[in-house]
């Protein structure tokens, strides 16, 4: 099977999940659940819960173990887009080629929204925690490593650092640490958390923290240039935007194809990682796709 019908199989398990998801954890319909819907099933590459998926299959592990957390990875990862899109925060119109929440529900409801999301992530994580007596502790530390991701010293902590240092000449080291946090913890916690569930050796979980930690700053190397480089209708979201605010940027600090090659070098550090684990091949052109994709 090519990378790219694996692929779509992946999303199309991601999607299936999604789709009843909402309407599961609801007796009856209000408007929050249309602004929750709207976002989580607007599309998007799903990456955070196909890398959940993607490395559980890798390690051989039951899928139906893993899908809450992938689940609840991808309700964090969009209520996160919700809330950067807010006037108050990045004041984005356009995401996934869509007008953003709050330009459809309002700027309340899209906070609401976003709240709720994260909310049900937790919700769903937990309830599966408490249910399993067997696996409680794997499943705990699990909904653990994903909060803290999530959290004040993860994907929180890198967006205060990123609208502090709007107007203001951050440092490169800054700068790395900023989207380690913002961008890499959420995806750091995708691929770490089938290893804590199925309790993977030492060995394979330091071996997934560095690609994980690579495709992450891959991951963010390539939406800078993508700002600097990509268009409005092919990315699906407003372009120049990091720019326009006076955003540091992977491009701003180190220039177009200085970033290029520290691209090109994280992937292959990502790659390199993973050599000694077998059934690779799928995150392995993770990685490279990661990096030449085009939104």
């Known amino acids: 099977m090519s990378f790219i019908a694996g692929y779509k199989e992946y999303q199309n398990i991601v999607e299936n999940w999604l789709d009843s998801v909402i309407i599961n954890h609801s007796s009856f319909r ?24 993607a490395v559980n299959d890798m390690l051989k592990g039951d899928r139906s173990s893993v899908t809450p957390y992938a689940i609840a990875i991808e309700l964090i990862h969009t209520y996160s887009l919700i809330h950067d899109d807010l006037p108050c925060m990045d004041n984005d119109d356009l995401r996934r080629g869509k007008p953003t929440n709050h330009k459809v529900f309002g700027e309340a409801m899209a906070v609401l929204a976003g709240d709720g999301l994260l909310n049900l992530a937790y919700e769903i994580m937990l309830a599966d925690a408490v249910k399993d007596k067997n696996n409680r502790l794997q499943k705990s530390e699990t909904a653990r490593l994903i909060a803290e991701a999530a959290g004040i010293s993860g994907m929180i902590a890198g967006q205060v650092m990123d609208m502090e240092a709007e107007n203001r000449d951050i440092s490169y080291e800054e700068l790395c640490i900023m989207h380690k ?9 995708a691929v770490l958390a089938p290893a804590v569930l199925l309790d ?32 409005r209708e092919i990315v699906g979201k407003s372009v120049g935007s990091d720019e326009k605010n006076n955003k540091a940027t992977f491009v701003s600090k180190l220039g177009i194809e200085k970033a290029k090659e520290l691209l090109k070098s994280s992937v292959e550090k990502a790659v390199e990682a993973l050599k000694t684990i077998e059934n690779n091949d799928f995150l392995i052109k993770m990685a490279v796709f990661i990096a030449q994709r085009n939104k």
Not at 35 to 46: H, I, T, V
């Open 181 to 189: 946090k913002k961008t890499g913890a959420l995806i750091r916690a």
């Open 30 to 53: 209000t408007s929050i659940h249309e602004a929750m819907e709207y976002s989580l099933m607007a599309g998007g590459k799903r990456i955070r819960p196909i890398l959940s998926i």
């Open 200 to 231: 993977a050796k030492e060995e394979i979980r330091t071996n997934l923290e560095v690609y994980a930690d690579n495709i992450g700053l891959a991951f963010q190397i390539k939406d800078d240039i993508l700002d600097n480089e990509g268009s």
